[in-house]
């Protein structure tokens, strides 16, 4: 099956950018997703991009997708307390409803 | 209408209790999603309903039965549960292929005694 792996924790100050890794193993994928989880809470979407495209800005956040090297990142500009969260990406092959979640990061912000 | 609910927020039962979770979605999803989720863990997927139709059941003990009644509602029938068990139950719902954007509901936090 896919693997899919991200680093455990982050840890940026306050103002700086942020960046949260995912690698994987299927090149199949179609859509690939970014996900935010704060504590005791459900997961919230935070952005996806299609697998033909390299880059997408959304605000504060930019995605990049690297598929020579299974590669894709999200960028937080300006991080805020409230970014602090874990992080997970997910992937999506085909035209079937399943997700394949990376193993999640956890970012901490510090002021 | 954006929001996944889901009830209760918190349960508690002894592992010869029957209880039942119940998700709700009124986006119009045709495809709605039982996880279970462990903590600092991603979710686990263990059912996915397609036009209120079971199309995915990931090898899922039979002591945990999902049920979709209609369109809006998905509930997930527990009995027998172990202490294992004991975990963040997530819905979530989307729609029907392509983006496939999956809304998650805030969960119920389970704990099998």
């Known amino acids: 099956g896919e693997d899919v792996e991200q680093s455990l924790f982050l840890s940026v100050r306050e103002g700086d950018s942020s960046v949260i890794n995912c690698t994987y193993t299927d090149s199949s994928s179609t859509y690939l997703y970014w996900y935010k989880q704060e504590p005791g809470a459900g997961l919230q979407l935070l952005t996806y991009?299609?697998?033909?495209?390299d880059m997408k800005q959304d605000q504060r956040l930019t995605v990049l997708l690297n598929k020579k090297d299974k590669h894709l990142s999200l960028r937080i500009a300006d991080t805020q307390t409230g970014d602090s969260a874990i992080y997970f990406c997910?992937?999506?092959?085909?035209?079937?409803?399943?997700?394949?979640f990376g193993t999640g990061t956890q970012l901490k912000v510090e002021l | 209408d954006t929001e996944v609910t889901q009830t209760p927020k918190h349960l508690v039962m002894g592992m010869t209790n029957k209880k039942s979770l119940k998700c709700e979605q009124h986006m119009g999803h045709r495809a709605m999603y039982w996880y279970k989720q462990k903590a600092k863990k991603p979710p686990e997927l263990m059912f996915v309903?397609?036009?209120?139709?079971?199309?995915i059941n990931e090898s899922v003990p039979s002591r945990f039965s999902p049920e979709c009644p209609n369109s809006s509602l998905l509930n997930l029938h527990l009995h027998a549960l172990q202490p294992e068990d004991s975990a963040l139950y997530l819905c979530?719902?989307?729609?029907?292929?392509?983006?496939?954007?999956?809304?998650f509901g805030p969960g119920t936090r389970l704990t099998v005694l």
């Open positions: 309903y397609s036009y209120e139709k079971l199309s």
């Open positions: 991009i299609f697998s033909n495209m």
């Open positions: 979530a719902s989307s729609q029907e292929g392509g983006v496939n954007e999956q809304f």
């Open positions: 997910a992937l999506k092959a085909g035209g079937g409803n399943k997700l394949t």
